[in-house]
């Protein structure tokens, strides 16, 4: 998936290219973020439970007004994600790995020569899918969307590098399944089982954008 996921990013860059004009810069590079909250999941056939979760990303990232004045930029991130629930439940931790996509549509402008300050909604769209550590024969698969507001700080350095500081809150919700040898009803591995999930998290986080713009600050 993280194949497909790189080819279409490719696509997508060279577009870019293509359309937008050399005088307007865009940046590409790489990203890695971090965040945390708690998560409420429900199962069909029981009462739900809540779990601290823990989220770790890193991908490709893409800002089309990395160091201009003009008032919208559209910020992107594509990468692999580790969705980490932690206490609760029988389950004990569970580790869930898949593919996340951010788009940030933003507003804002120059604060000084080299620094753009920047603010708008997120949406956010993941698919992950792990095993609990005390039952290794149950899969869970979830397809999670969230949306939020993020807040970002562009540091231009030199002709071509910008270092981006974001934060943001998202509202998530998780819809999926499980499937495999645990029961919710007696928390015991004693037969297979395919439960239906949703789950809704309240993340914070921080990410570290690192971009090579197309063109030299004029």
Excluded at 4 to 12: G, K, P, S, T, Y
Excluded at 15 to 30: E, N, R, S, W, Y
Excluded at 127 to 140: A, L, M, Q, V
């Amino acid at each position: 998936m993280m194949r497909i996921v790189c080819v279409l990013f490719a696509v997508f860059v060279v577009t870019c290219f293509f359309d937008v004009p050399k005088a307007q810069a865009i940046g590409l590079g790489l990203y890695g973020s971090a965040g945390g909250g708690n998560v409420d999941w429900s199962p069909d056939d029981h009462d739900k439970f809540r779990k601290r979760a823990q989220h770790l990303a890193y991908g490709l990232a893409l800002d089309t007004a990395p160091d201009s004045n003009k008032l919208f930029n559209y910020n992107l991130n594509i990468g692999y994600e580790k969705f980490s629930n932690k206490n609760g439940n029988a389950w004990g931790k569970l580790d869930l790995d898949g593919v996340v996509m951010s788009h940030i549509f933003g507003f804002g402008g120059l604060i000084t020569p080299n620094i753009r300050l920047w603010f708008g909604p997120e949406l956010r769209a993941s698919w992950s899918e792990g095993s609990p550590d005390h039952f290794s024969n149950y899969t869970i698969r979830v397809f999670g969307v969230g949306v939020g507001p993020a807040l970002g700080v562009n540091f231009n350095v030199g002709e071509r590098l910008t270092f981006v500081l974001k934060g943001g809150y998202q509202y998530l919700s998780y819809y999926g399944y499980g499937r495999g040898q645990f029961d919710h009803v007696t928390n015991t591995a004693a037969s297979s089982h395919k439960n239906y999930y949703d789950a809704h998290e309240k993340l914070f986080y921080l990410a570290i954008e690192i971009l090579a713009r197309t063109s030299k600050k004029k």
